[in-house]
């Protein structure tokens, strides 16, 4: 029970970006590895908010409050909302770079050959609370990499102002999206210490073990 009496802010899942009323743009993030963090939280006794895109997963735990949402901005003001409040944040959401600029009130119709979607960037939720962290606050941070993965996750720390960032790669067999399984090299400033090819629960649980 070593997270007792802390509060935690985590995000998990997708986000789903309005093209239209029937449309998105979105991720195959399945949310399995925030929810695993956040049930691992709350057994070793903390109190967390789970700030969730959409996602298939239920979580039950006296110690969760879950809250969802749908777009990148929505997470973006429900985290701002409680972030000031919490010991610790966990950014494990698949935020989407960029959202539609004018998505349609109705129905776009198939017309055209061809389509243009003008997207803009959205928020950087870990980057936008980063700029207000305090000393006690400790964020941790995930980086999702196909190429030039230790530079890309150690730059990622350094901007978004992160204590650690948990590197995934997508060159790794059975790890990442829609896995049960992940391998991760956790990442701060001093140390940089991969880890072996383990359940998602288990990675969570390695998590938990960096914040006591
Ligand atoms: N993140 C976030 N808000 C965003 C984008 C990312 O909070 N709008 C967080 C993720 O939850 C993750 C970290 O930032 O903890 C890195 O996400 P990632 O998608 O790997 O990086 P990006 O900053 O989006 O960079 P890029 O897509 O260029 O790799």
């Known amino acids: 029970m070593s997270l007792q009496g802390k509060t935690l802010l985590i995000t998990a899942g ?3 970006e309005k093209i239209d009323p029937v449309r998105f743009i979105g991720n195959f993030s399945t949310g399995k590895m925030g929810y695993a963090i956040a ?3 709350a057994e070793s006794g903390a109190f967390v908010k789970l700030v969730s895109g959409p996602t298939n997963l239920n979580i039950s735990h006296k ?3 879950r809250i969802d949402v749908m777009s990148g901005e929505e997470m973006y003001q429900a985290c701002a909302s409680i972030h000031a409040h919490c010991d610790i944040s966990i950014f494990c959401a698949a935020v989407a770079d960029y959202t539609p600029k004018h998505p349609s009130a109705t129905k776009t119709k198939r ?3 061809e389509l243009t979607i003008e997207l803009v960037k959205n928020k950087d939720i870990s980057a936008e609370l980063g700029k207000v962290k305090k000393a006690h606050q400790v964020h ?3 980086a999702l990499e196909t190429n030039d993965e230790l530079p890309n996750a150690q730059g990622k720390l350094e901007r978004k102002n992160l204590d650690y960032i948990i590197l ?5 067999k059975n790890a990442g999206f829609g896995f ?3 391998k991760v090299t956790i990442i701060s400033k001093k140390q940089v210490s991969p880890l072996p090819l383990m359940s998602k629960k288990e990675v969570a649980k390695e998590i938990v073990k960096l914040l006591f």
């Open 14 to 16: 997708p986000t789903y």
């Open 39 to 41: 049930e691992a939280c």
């Open 63 to 65: 110690n969760i409050e």
């Open 111 to 113: 017309q055209n050959d």
């Open 140 to 142: 941790v941070g995930f």
């Open 168 to 172: 995934n790669s997508l060159q790794d």
């Open 180 to 182: 049960d399984t992940n």
